[in-house]
């Protein structure tokens, strides 16, 4: 049960970041948004090993570095999070007076496919791999990888690389349904060929 808490928590504080910092209007938003998932990494990693995404968790998952019947409570937890943490989003912001955004489909499927598929290449990389094990960097990795992906394309998708952010995002009103599907399946979808990539690279971790 502490896994779990601790993936509530990790996912709450980053889908609230993604939202409070949009709504607010803050031009250091991707900094924000990667600072979040950076700290709180750093802060329940050692517990759950901070996912707070079920795309990470999926990759983990194929790794072998996740029991299995830890990634449906898992995905429970970070889908819970980001649903509260819109629902209070909405509470303090309201929801967007000029509704959801519009995003090209083929090329959010795109983006949001290869920054997923980043992230999680770097978490397994850093937080997974034997060559790496023990480092103390592993959190700032990650989190830079969330930056760099929403500054280099949040114009296209919104940059969510996370179906718990997506799922936060669409509460909130800032994304409309078509483009959740898109998330469900373009982050999923990357996650899983990030860990068949490491697994190809990674034989003697197996």
Not at 119 to 133: F, I, K, Y
Not at 188 to 196: E, K, M, P, T
Request: glycine share 14%; hydrophobic share 60%; aromatic share 10%.
């Amino acid at each position: 049960m502490k896994k779990y808490l601790v993936e509530f928590i990790g996912t709450f504080f980053l889908v609230f970041t993604v939202g409070a910092a949009v709504r607010s209007g803050a031009s250091l938003a991707p900094v924000a948004i990667g600072a979040a998932l950076m700290v709180m990494i750093f802060a329940g990693g050692h517990v759950s090993g901070g996912h707070f995404n079920p795309a990470v968790t999926l990759a983990v998952w194929l790794r072998g570095k996740c029991d299995a019947k830890d990634v449906v409570p898992y995905w429970i937890a970070q889908l819970a999070a980001g649903v509260v943490a819109a629902l209070i989003v909405v509470a303090i912001f309201g929801r967007p007076l000029l509704g959801a955004a519009l995003h090209p489909t083929k090329a959010s499927l795109v983006v949001e496919f290869l920054f997923t598929f980043a992230l999680a290449w770097v978490v397994l990389n850093t937080a997974t791999a034997r060559g790496t094990a023990g480092n103390s960097f592993y959190g700032l990795a990650i989190g830079f990888t969330v930056l760099a992906g929403v500054v280099a394309v949040g114009g296209v998708s919104g940059g969510a690389f996370n179906p718990a952010v997506g799922l936060g995002v669409f509460i909130m009103g800032l994304e409309k349904l078509h483009q959740l599907g898109v998330y469900l399946v373009a982050d999923l979808l990357g996650g899983g060929a990030a860990a068949l990539a490491f697994k190809a690279t990674h034989a003697a971790d197996e």
